[in-house]
């Protein structure tokens, strides 16, 4: 159930086949018998059988697996999926969702809480575990890391003690018999299920899961904070709206409020907001931070960011917000209007530092070296581009939010190349029961 950032739905061609393809029968590859070595980045485990690496699902640490191997990458590593545990390990539970769990055969295993059968302390250890082997293979950084849970002040109803209860947005794939449900594990089979615990109280209540939807393509659910939960049929064709007539939903972070179109993009868990909101500003350093600046918002959404920014340092902020969606631009020009400095620009974020770069007068150089930017990428992180174009204007200090820990490393070992340190970093458990976690790293340039 976990889902890519800002990633764009796909498109279907008028009249293709709308029935997906299972995945093969769980018959194809050999059985064997496995020693859980190690987590690799992705939700699997690292195990060997004679002398290649095998990545295997649905295991833990420590633990003896028979395992079916389905992918076999020549001599380079294979692919595997638990099928029984021989010795478990103390850190195994009982699945979450009884519906994703070892007990079912793999091709009917829902997707989306691969974690789910850890204990949810050993889960933040794993993820830590990532994280930090991550930096230190690709940003040349040797650091102790945390994963903290939310704070339960910033999440009402979720349940802190098995890690469900927190998805304020669902999507419920459509087979081509009509019938809906998600997709298996590493597969785009839809598989039926009887529930969806990681989702919010009032999603498990609205999900239709023994109706059938013919001819659409999905079944979205959206439970914002404020107003009521919504399930919207989503078909092939991309529904055509004037702009001003998209639906928009609300959601409230502390005492502000955001608007933003119901299918834009905001984070699911019912607390991240708030935490990222109160990591950012935490991680800010007030003595490097200028409120006169050419301070950046980059992939800023709908403002979420450069308000914790705005709500922190006053209303004397002057700040640009970035994001190449418009649509989320003009509700961030929108939802910064509390200050005079703050403005949205829609535009792709390495297309704007490089024009920045090239049109910025002494002056405004000045003011960009002054600068703090707050930086939101998507899963692939910020990237070379980006890295160079924002080295060439030399902020003090970048606060950098991530969702996926190799692309985070790899990006602070280019800055760290670049004239730039790693000052502090926090982690936050903000997908539970999935691999997905979130970090926010501040780096300050060199003098």
């Given at each position: 159930?976990?889902?890519?950032?800002?990633?764009?739905?796909?498109?279907?061609?008028?009249?293709?086949?709308?029935?997906?393809?299972?995945?093969?029968?769980?018959?194809?590859?050999?059985?064997?018998?496995?020693?859980?070595?190690?987590?690799?980045?992705?939700?699997?485990?690292?195990?060997?059988?004679?002398?290649?690496?095998?990545?295997?699902?649905?295991?833990?640490?420590?633990?003896?697996?028979?395992?079916?191997?389905?992918?076999?990458?020549?001599?380079?590593?294979?692919?595997?999926?638990?099928?029984?545990?021989?010795?478990?390990?103390?850190?195994?539970?009982?699945?979450?969702?009884?519906?994703?769990?070892?007990?079912?055969?793999?091709?009917?295993?829902?997707?989306?809480?691969?974690?789910?059968?850890?204990?949810?302390?050993?889960?933040?250890?794993?993820?830590?575990?990532?994280?930090?082997?991550?930096?230190?293979?690709?940003?040349?950084?040797?650091?102790?890391?945390?994963?903290?849970?939310?704070?339960?002040?910033?999440?009402?109803?979720?349940?802190?003690?098995?890690?469900?209860?927190?998805?304020?947005?669902?999507?419920?794939?459509?087979?081509?018999?009509?019938?809906?449900?998600?997709?298996?594990?590493?597969?785009?089979?839809?598989?039926?299920?009887?529930?969806?615990?990681?989702?919010?109280?009032?999603?498990?209540?609205?999900?239709?899961?023994?109706?059938?939807?013919?001819?659409?393509?999905?079944?979205?659910?959206?439970?914002?904070?404020?107003?009521?939960?919504?399930?919207?049929?989503?078909?092939?064709?991309?529904?055509?709206?004037?702009?001003?007539?998209?639906?928009?939903?609300?959601?409230?972070?502390?005492?502000?409020?955001?608007?933003?179109?119901?299918?834009?993009?905001?984070?699911?868990?019912?607390?991240?907001?708030?935490?990222?909101?109160r990591a950012v500003q935490e991680l800010v350093d007030p003595?490097?931070?200028?409120p006169r600046a050419a301070n950046l918002d980059l992939y800023?959404?709908?403002?979420?960011?450069?308000?914790?920014?705005?709500?922190?340092?006053?209303?004397?902020?002057?700040?640009?917000?970035?994001?190449?969606?418009?649509?989320?631009?003009?509700?961030?020009?929108?939802?910064?209007?509390?200050?005079?400095?703050?403005?949205?620009?829609?535009?792709?974020?390495?297309?704007?530092?490089?024009?920045?770069?090239?049109?910025?007068?002494?002056?405004?150089?000045?003011?960009?070296?002054?600068?703090?930017?707050?930086?939101?990428?998507?899963?692939?992180?910020?990237?070379?581009?980006?890295?160079?174009?924002?080295?060439?204007?030399?902020?003090?200090?970048?606060?950098?939010?991530?969702?996926?820990?190799?692309?985070?490393?790899r990006d602070v070992g280019l800055l760290r190349e670049r004239?730039?340190?790693?000052?502090?970093?926090?982690?936050?458990?903000?997908?539970?029961?999935?691999?997905?976690?979130?970090?926010?790293?501040?780096?300050?340039?060199?003098?």
């Open positions: 159930m976990a889902e890519p950032r800002r990633s764009r739905r796909s498109r279907r061609p008028a009249g293709a086949d709308r029935a997906r393809t299972p995945r093969p029968p769980d018959v194809d590859g050999p059985v064997i018998e496995l020693e859980v070595e190690r987590v690799a980045h992705g939700g699997v485990f690292v195990a060997h059988h004679e002398g290649r690496v095998v990545f295997v699902a649905d295991a833990v640490p420590g633990e003896l697996v028979a395992a079916r191997v389905t992918d076999r990458h020549r001599d380079r590593f294979w692919r595997a999926e638990t099928v029984e545990v021989l010795r478990a390990s103390a850190d195994r539970r009982a699945h979450v969702w009884a519906e994703a769990s070892v007990d079912r055969a793999p091709s009917l295993r829902a997707g989306g809480a691969e974690f789910g059968h850890i204990a949810l302390a050993r889960q933040r250890e794993l993820k830590a575990e990532v994280l930090r082997d991550a930096l230190a293979r690709m940003g040349g950084v040797d650091r102790d890391i945390r994963v903290l849970p939310i704070d339960p002040a910033l999440a009402p109803g979720v349940s802190t003690e098995d890690g469900t209860g927190w998805r304020t947005r669902v999507r419920l794939q459509v087979a081509g018999d009509g019938s809906v449900g998600p997709y298996a594990a590493r597969s785009h089979a839809v598989v039926p299920v009887a529930s969806v615990p990681l989702a919010v109280a009032e999603l498990a209540r609205l999900a239709p899961l023994g109706e059938r939807f013919p001819g659409a393509r999905a079944v979205d659910l959206v439970a914002p904070s404020v107003g009521d939960a919504a399930l919207v049929v989503v078909g092939w064709e991309r529904e055509r709206m004037p702009r001003g007539a998209r639906p928009t939903i609300e959601e409230q972070v502390g005492d502000r409020r955001f608007r933003l179109d119901r299918d834009g993009f905001w984070q699911v868990h019912r607390g991240a907001a708030a935490t990222l909101t003595g490097l931070f200028d800023g959404g709908v403002g979420l960011l450069a308000a914790a920014v705005g709500d922190r340092f006053g209303d004397t902020l002057r700040i640009t917000t970035v994001e190449a969606d418009a649509r989320a631009t003009e509700h961030a020009g929108a939802n910064l209007a509390d200050w005079v400095g703050a403005r949205a620009v829609t535009g792709r974020v390495d297309r704007f530092l490089g024009e920045l770069a090239a049109s910025a007068g002494p002056g405004e150089r000045a003011r960009l070296r002054d600068a703090t930017v707050v930086l939101d990428p998507p899963r692939s992180g910020a990237g070379r581009a980006v890295v160079e174009r924002l080295v060439e204007l030399r902020p003090r200090q970048l606060v950098y939010v991530a969702c996926d820990p190799v692309a985070l490393a004239g730039y340190e790693l000052a502090d970093l926090a982690a936050f458990d903000l997908f539970p029961n999935t691999h997905h976690f979130e970090a926010v790293a501040r780096l300050t340039a060199i003098v």
